[in-house]
C-alpha cells in the first residue's frame, strides 16, 4: 500500500536535492574570492587603512534554486493536506474543493487559530477536510504564535511563505555579505600597531588600521568570510532577517517542513481522524 504522504514525500525529496545544489553553489562562491581589501591613507591621523568590498554577487542561477527549493517546499505541504483530505474523506474531492485545500500558514496575531482561549471559530478553508485532532496540531506550528514579530516573521515557516510569494512574481535578489566574522594576521613587526576592527557588517567597512609607515601588503593578511543573504529591501515583503546565511535560511525551512510531514501530519492516523463533522471554515486569513 502507497503511503498516504507519498506525493508529499516526493516533493521533499526533490526540494532535499535542490538544498544540496544551493549549499554546493553557495560554498563556490565563497570560495572564489569575490571581495578584495583595499588600503587607504588617512593622512590627518597619521594611519593606513583597509575595508573590504564585494566585487560581485552571485550568479542568477542561485536564485533559481532557491525558487525550486521553496517551491518545492511549499508543494510538500499542500500536498500532504489534499492527500490526507481525500483520504480522510473517503473520495476524491471536487476541482472547486481542491482549489481551496492549502497547508495554510498564518503569521499575522491578529488571525487566531480556533482552540479553548479563542473561542469556537470556523478552521481555515485549506484544512477544512481534515479531522479536529490534525487541524487542532496544525494550528501549534503557526508562526503567529511567536512572541514578537521578529520571532514571528523569521520563522521558518513564515520565511518560505514570503519567498515563495515573492519568487512567483520575481527574481530573489541574493548578494555577497561580509558578516560580523574577521581574520586579521599581522607580522611580529607591526602586531602591537595594528587595530583591527571587530566586525564587518557591510560592504565597505573598515576591517583594519595600521601606522602610515607599515606597508600593509607586506605585514598585513585579511580573510573575509564571505556569505550569501537574501538582499534587504528586496521583493521580499516581510522584514525576514536578510543578513541570515543563506544556506543555513533555506536548512531551517527544509528541516520545519520534514518536521511538520513527519510529525504534525505523518503521524499514525486515528479512528477518530475518519468521523465526518459538517464541514465549516472561515474565510483565508494571513
Not at 544540496?20 to 571581495?35: A, D, G
Not at 536578510?242 to 501530519?265: C, F, H, I, K, W
Amino acid at each position: 500500500m502507497a503511503s498516504p504522504l507519498e506525493s508529499a514525500s516526493l516533493k521533499l525529496v526533490r526540494a532535499g536535492k535542490h538544498l544540496e545544489s544551493l549549499k554546493y553553489e553557495v560554498e563556490r562562491f565563497k570560495n572564489s574570492h569575490p571581495y578584495r581589501i583595499v588600503t587607504d591613507v588617512d593622512l590627518e591621523a597619521g594611519e593606513r587603512f583597509a575595508y573590504a568590498v564585494m566585487e560581485r554577487n552571485p550568479d542568477h542561477e542561485l536564485s533559481l534554486i532557491l525558487g525550486d527549493l521553496v517551491h518545492n517546499l511549499r508543494g510538500a505541504l499542500d500536498h500532504a493536506v489534499f492527500e490526507l483530505s481525500q483520504l480522510l474523506q473517503g473520495r476524491h474531492l471536487t476541482d472547486k474543493e481542491a482549489q481551496s485545500v492549502e497547508f495554510p500558514i498564518w503569521v499575522d496575531p491578529g488571525h487566531l487559530w480556533p482552540g479553548k482561549k479563542t473561542g469556537a471559530r470556523p478552521y481555515p478553508p485549506g484544512v477544512c477536510f481534515l479531522s479536529k485532532r490534525l487541524q487542532k496540531w496544525i494550528g501549534l506550528e503557526q508562526p503567529y504564535k511567536g512572541p514578537d514579530e521578529t520571532t514571528r516573521l523569521n520563522h521558518p515557516l513564515a520565511v518560505l511563505y514570503a519567498i515563495n510569494n515573492a519568487d512567483k512574481h520575481r527574481e530573489l535578489l541574493l548578494v555577497g555579505t561580509l558578516p560580523p566574522q574577521m581574520l586579521v594576521g599581522a607580522s611580529r613587526e607591526a602586531v602591537n600597531s595594528v587595530h583591527a576592527t571587530p566586525a564587518v557588517v557591510e560592504n565597505g567597512s573598515e576591517v583594519v588600521r595600521v601606522p602610515l609607515e607599515l606597508d600593509p601588503t607586506e605585514h598585513l593578511s585579511a580573510f573575509v568570510i564571505v556569505e550569501v543573504a537574501l538582499q534587504g529591501g528586496g521583493p521580499i515583503r516581510n522584514p525576514i532577517a536578510t543578513s541570515s546565511p543563506l544556506e543555513g535560511l533555506a536548512d531551517s525551512m527544509y528541516q520545519s517542513v520534514a518536521y511538520v510531514l513527519r510529525n504534525t501530519l505523518g503521524g499514525p492516523l486515528q479512528e477518530s481522524d475518519f468521523e465526518k463533522p459538517p464541514i465549516e471554515h472561515s474565510a483565508p486569513a494571513r
